[in-house]
């Protein structure tokens, strides 16, 4: 028999997913994080669902794994100690940024602390022009005099970021040899190989940040590696991208900045496979978890990429999975601002101490211990059973804490928590759909993560949007998106000329010489050819403009019989994104992107039998549940998930609980198991 094992490190749980090749079964495990070393609880779980399911290491012969690694040194500022190396006139680009200002008006705001300080950061008089012809030689006497300069200063790391490098990366290739030679030990990143596209700040940032977090990450992927061996497993393990991909240990040892925020992709992943699966294509994915909850819009199964993503304020311009987060989660903390008003998050209780109801020494009230004494969530027992909750010391800790300077009851400000948390996140859904030309309504909720199918209803009442969806196992979907995740790594090459017929040679070519480096690539992580895929973008815009816009190419060849296709998308696409496009303008190709993807990751889920309409088979008790539509508490039948069979259909107000979610069914709605044993479920309109 054959396995194959994703894992998804989250802020409070640790979620393990396997999956039986032969059977098309899924099992899943949840465990509490271990924040002082992830890979400590990766490697408990990893261990303790093989002996739940009496599988052998020998039998698993995949294993993914989505890692928070590079996050958290960025954001703790934990990183290795790094050097960078620029042109002449440029050291403290990394402090001055942009113009741009997220509070414009605001005289106090405070820049973030430089994650490279400036004595770390050295200078050499070369210059290449914009044009990528040699404007002022390189000295090499003063590279390796700046080099011994930083190593002194006790350097681990190197970032080599020089002007227009994108287009000549000659004089970084040489500052690069001159580096192994003096401080062969060190770890390397020039910008021409990780970022190789317009705009320096940006280039330098990324540049920075992957030599920063390459000392850290490289040591867990070793760490890690030896674990799966000492386990018994004969495999290389793979570590999941941002952009949704996986790649092998040793391409992330050369571009760990790629894993960051690697989570919330997996669970976007997740839910484009199981959706495709039940016929659909225009999703909003709500993962909601202990600490965040990521959104992301998905129209014709095919998640959105940005390269405007930053870390700890830092831009990061490689392609990530388009995800919105907010500090909304389980373990979100309610508190009072100055003026006596309720507020929720976007500080977590964490894995430890965890909500009040835990039991683990938590004293300030969450969302989970909102829940707990509505009843939404089971007031004894979680995780099917394995963890005991303590509904009187959540109740003791909101009237303490918030019911009593509030003059109101702790039913009251529970209900307040829930309602304010619900539009915490319903403005996140706002941002990826209506404030990018959108309809919401238009779109299905797909709820996951451990609290999403707490929330999602109501939240997805609130926008008007009538229909939401339940994975079979939901609190574990990120685990899951792993194994349904492709090989995945992208190319840019930035070459602005005109989108004209003219210049269809150039662009051809610049294509050309991305799909061949992915191809490549592809051959060195052993892709066979018939599971090797090129996909090609191009950043297109109206000549003037400072942005651009990413336009799919779905040619093999720009010609004269499609590049008025390709120019009539680009204006269909501005107008969605800006409200308007001139279709009379000149048109700018800027930069090339191409992606290479490896179909290894073949899943394939069990579809099941009709069962009956009849669901009251899977009732296992009932109680006292608070719903804002019957404005106040309701005996509710309480479900069991695992008895739920394709077909059955159950009305509100109802509870599911499975070991790894709560899913919440207020009146007025209905529900539905579909052939995998997913629940969809509709608002009821009078």
């Keep these: 028999m054959s396995y194959k094992i994703g894992v998804d490190v989250g802020g409070t749980f640790t979620d393990v997913c396997m999956f039986d090749q032969e059977k098309g079964e899924v099992m899943v495990h949840k465990l509490p994080s271990t924040p002082w070393d992830p890979s400590e609880a990766i490697g408990k779980g990893i261990q303790e669902i093989m002996e739940n399911n009496q599988v052998s290491p020998q039998a698993v012969a995949y294993l993914a794994h989505g890692t928070t690694v590079a996050t958290n040194a960025t954001l703790e500022r934990k990183g290795s100690r790094t050097g960078i190396i620029t042109t002449k006139g440029f050291r403290d680009l990394i402090e001055l940024a942009r113009q741009t200002r997220a509070s414009l008006y605001d005289t106090q705001v405070e820049k973030p602390v430089p994650i490279i300080f400036r004595r770390m950061r050295k200078e050499v008089d070369e210059r290449i022009a914009s044009d990528g012809s040699v404007f002022r030689p390189l000295n090499v006497q003063e590279v390796e005099r700046v080099v011994d300069e930083l190593k002194a200063e006790g350097a681990v790391s190197y970032a080599v970021c020089l002007l227009h490098s994108y287009i000549n990366p000659d004089h970084e290739k040489v500052i690069k040899e001159i580096i192994q030679k003096r401080h062969p030990e060190a770890y390397i990143s020039i910008s021409s190989e990780v970022l190789p596209e317009i705009r320096e700040y940006e280039r330098m940032t990324t540049t920075a940040l992957n030599s920063y977090i390459g000392p850290i990450v490289g040591k867990y992927a070793t760490l890690f590696k030896k674990r799966v061996k000492d386990m018994g497993m004969n495999l290389i393990p793979y570590i999941n991208q941002s952009n949704g991909g996986l790649m092998s240990i040793e391409t992330t040892f050369n571009n760990p900045i790629r894993t960051a925020l690697s989570g919330p992709a997996a669970g976007v992943t997740g839910a484009t496979y199981i959706t495709k699966l039940a016929g659909l294509d225009k999703i909003i994915t709500f993962d909601m978890g202990g600490t965040s909850t990521d959104v992301c819009l998905i129209e014709n199964n095919m998640p959105k990429l940005t390269t405007s993503k930053a ?20 373990g979100s903390i309610a508190w009072l601002d100055n003026g006596g008003m309720l507020k929720v998050g976007p500080e977590s209780a964490g894995a430890y101490p965890g909500p009040v109801a835990y039991g683990r020494g938590g004293e300030i009230p969450t969302v989970t211990d909102a829940n707990i004494i509505l009843h939404r969530l089971n007031p004894k027992t979680i995780l099917g059973g394995r963890m005991e909750v303590d509904e009187s010391a959540a109740f003791r800790a909101i009237e303490e804490k918030l019911a009593k300077p509030m003059g109101l009851s702790a039913i009251d400000v529970a209900r307040g928590i829930v309602k304010v948390v619900n539009s915490n996140m319903e403005r ?24 999403g199918p707490l929330h999602a209803v109501n939240v997805a009442k609130d926008l008007d949007i009538n229909h939401v969806m339940i994975p079979c196992n939901p609190g574990i979907l990120c685990a899951m998106g792993l194994l349904a995740s492709d090989i995945r790594c992208d190319y840019v090459k930035t070459g602005i000329c005109d989108f004209t017929l003219d210049n269809a040679g150039k662009m051809n070519a610049n294509f050309q010489d991305l799909v061949d480096e992915g191809d490549r690539w592809l051959d060195v992580e052993k892709i066979p050819q018939p599971q090797k895929q090129i996909i090609k973008h191009a950043d297109m815009r109206y000549f003037g403009q400072n942005f651009e816009l990413s336009i799919p190419i779905e040619f093999e060849e720009i010609r004269a019989d499609n590049i008025d296709e390709i120019r009539a998308l680009f204006h269909r696409t501005h107008k969605r994104e800006y409200g308007y496009c001139n279709e009379k303008a000149k048109i700018q190709i800027v930069n090339y992107r191409a992606t290479a993807l490896g179909k290894v990751s073949t899943i394939k889920l069990k579809e099941h039998e009709f069962g009956g309409l009849d669901a009251e088979r899977a009732v296992i008790d009932a109680r006292q549940v608070y719903f804002e539509e019957s404005r106040g508490y309701t005996m509710t039948k309480i479900y069991h998930r695992d008895a739920l069979k394709a077909g059955n259909t159950l009305a509100g107000p109802a509870i599911i609980e499975q070991m790894d979610a709560t899913i919440v069914i207020p009146p007025g709605h209905t529900a539905r198991v579909d052939p995998y044993l997913n629940i969809l479920i509709s608002y009821t309109t009078a």
């Design 311 to 330: 870390i700890a304020e830092f831009p990061v311009k490689v392609p990530m999975t388009d995800v919105i987060a907010v500090g909304a989660g389980g």
């Design 428 to 451: 996140a859904i706002r941002v990826v759909s209506v404030e990018r030309g959108f309809d919401p309504r238009e779109f299905v909720v797909v709820a996951f993560g451990g609290a």
